[in-house]
């Protein structure tokens, strides 16, 4: 059962702006990330599950989180399909995300009140799934899709839609500032936030100082 209620995580999202997200095939490594995104100030984790086992990668990071880091809100990406989402619920995700979007796991997450995120990148995709209740939208892939223009188009007709996007966004002060201005609600930030250069050399002191200043120069292109 997810340690976080569905308004909880989405107010969050909206408070915060900013959704870490990696894969590691190692629970000591996985655990270590946490814990420097926490230590960074950041309440919110995305585990993509992307290798063999990563459920039980996410079990063990589940059970650090909740005993070491209690304020960090812990969810499940790249996930696909109705079977994947329900194996990470029981496990205690309290988000699911994803690169595409599936109605079936839509009226799963909606059922067990589990926030839905799911993956578009046509106004149409975006309609569909917000009948089905996702709050917010990922926009994927970000970089691909000429996304900030992307994101200004969609909201001129559709200001309620929420906009994440993911791939193609940087700590970069221009970066975050021309994605704000588009309308995003909140960015989701992979290896450019969680370089493989630091995991490589155990370098977790160096994602935490960039996960404080990156949330701060949100906080501050927010006018927060």
């Not at 420097?36 to 990668?57: K, P, Q, Y």
Request: aromatic share 8%; with cysteine; proline share 5%.
């Amino acid at each position: 059962m997810a340690r976080f209620d569905r308004l909880t995580v989405y107010n969050t999202m909206m408070a915060e702006a900013m959704m870490p997200l990696f894969y590691h095939p190692e629970s000591s490594v996985a655990q270590q990330v946490a814990g420097a995104l926490a230590r960074g100030g950041g309440h919110l984790l995305e585990f993509t599950s992307r290798g063999d086992g990563a459920i039980n990668v996410f079990v063990d990071l589940f059970r650090f989180c909740a005993r070491d880091y209690p304020q960090l809100i812990l969810g499940v990406g790249s996930v696909e399909d109705e079977a994947t989402a329900a194996l990470y619920i029981a496990q205690g995700a309290n988000f699911i995300v994803a690169p595409t979007f599936n109605p079936a796991v839509a009226r799963l997450c909606n059922r067990r009140k589990i926030p839905y995120i799911p993956g578009c990148g046509t106004v149409s995709e975006i309609a569909s799934a917000e009948e089905l209740g996702a709050e917010v939208i990922k926009l994927f892939p970000a970089d691909a899709l000429d996304g900030k223009a992307f994101v200004k188009a969609i909201l001129a007709p559709r200001p309620w839609t929420r906009i994440m996007p993911s791939g193609g966004v940087s700590p970069e002060e221009a970066n975050l500032r021309a994605w704000f201005a588009a309308g995003v609600c909140c960015v989701g930030m992979g290896s450019k936030l969680i370089r493989s250069d630091w995991l490589e050399a155990g370098d977790f002191a160096a994602i935490e100082a960039l996960t404080r200043d990156t949330l701060a120069l949100i906080r501050t292109l927010r006018g927060r």
